[in-house]
């Protein structure tokens, strides 16, 4: 067997959706998009996005000697969705529904990694999760895990965009494979059913009106304009994924650790009553903690439920 080989065998028993090769190289087709992005200021209060501006486009400056970028991705849609009919609860996006996906999927990939180096030896390379200046769109796209839609994610035929992405950026030379086609074609649901207008073009996100942004990134109060479209929304925002008609696929992930949190059968008044003791014992092992109990507080308070 090949380390590729042995490689897509063990992302799959570890529960990956797929596990494909890119060559570590700069990416000269996205510099100039990211250059952009961000001179217009669409990348809103995330002013680390400013960093590292050679390191994002070019991964053997973030890993020295990189010969391969391995994307992977993990599905995480639940087997139901919390939610009420008349929307008098606040909303929590699915991917953090249950643990932090930054933990769990960072077990597997030192796993997957000490299965690669106990079959070619040494092996230098690291294990990203949405954590460091990773082009991960940009490196799914590449290897045909998926295209990129038009709300900015990653999509799957026949299985949808749920799933979180992560990355191996390694010292050894795996055979790359092809770009994925994209699907969207003339398609427009999800720019049409963006309540606060984020998707000011095809693939281009301003994250100043983007609810998960908002609810999630930004400090201060929430802006007055977009109050009323944020509401139910208290962390994060699926509509523009919730609409594909690629989504119709999407089947519940298998990951126990993914399960919701007590906070799945609260009321209306234990959401506006959220104390610190509630808040640890229903998010303390989610990624809602990143964002923390002032946040939530603030996005419960200032949207009226
Ligand atoms: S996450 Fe919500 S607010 Fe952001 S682009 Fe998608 S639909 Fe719009
Ligand atoms: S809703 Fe339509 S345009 Fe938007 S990502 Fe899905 S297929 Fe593409």
Redesign the pocket.
């Known amino acids: 067997m090949t380390a590729k080989e042995l490689l897509q065998k063990e992302a799959e028993r570890l529960g990956f959706l797929s596990c494909r090769i890119s060559k570590a190289e700069f990416l000269k087709d996205e510099a100039p998009r990211l250059e952009e992005w961000l001179k217009y200021g669409y990348h809103g209060s995330m002013s680390y996005m400013e960093n590292h501006f050679d390191k994002r486009l070019d991964p053997r400056k973030l890993v020295p000697g990189a010969r391969s970028v391995i994307s992977l991705a993990y599905n995480y849609y639940p087997e139901k969705e919390i939610t009420n009919t008349d929307n008098s609860l606040p909303k929590i996006?699915k991917y953090a529904y249950g643990e932090d996906y930054h933990v769990v999927i960072k077990e597997k990939l030192f796993e997957l990694l000490d299965t690669l180096r106990l079959n070619s030896g040494h092996i230098d390379g690291r294990c990203f999760v949405d954590s460091a200046p990773v082009m991960e769109r940009s490196w799914a796209e590449k290897s045909g895990v998926g295209w990129i839609g038009k709300?900015?994610?990653l999509l799957r035929k026949g299985e949808g965009s749920f799933f979180f992405l992560a990355e191996l950026i390694i010292d050894l030379d795996l055979p790359e494979d092809s770009i994925a086609q994209d699907h969207c074609g003339s398609c427009t649901k999800?720019i049409d059913?963006?309540?606060?207008?984020?998707?000011i073009q095809p693939e281009v996100?301003d994250?100043n009106?983007?609810?998960?942004?908002?609810t999630i990134e930004l400090h201060g109060a929430l802006p007055n304009d977009f109050k009323e479209?944020i509401s139910p929304?208290a962390f994060?925002?699926?509509?523009?994924?919730d609409?594909c008609p690629w989504n119709r696929h999407s089947k519940p992930n298998k990951e126990s650790r993914f399960k919701p949190g007590p906070w799945k059968d609260w009321t209306k008044v234990d959401w506006q009553e959220i104390t610190e003791e509630t808040f640890g014992r229903a998010f303390s092992k989610s990624a809602v903690s990143r964002t923390g109990l002032d946040r939530l507080k603030r996005n419960i308070t200032e949207i009226d439920f």
């Not at 009106?209 to 908002?214: D, K, T």
């Not at 994060?236 to 994924?241: A, L, T």
């Open positions: 996006a709300n900015s994610l999800c059913a963006c309540p606060t207008g984020a998707i996100i994250s009106r983007c609810i998960s942004h908002m479209s929304w994060g925002c699926d509509i523009c994924q609409v």
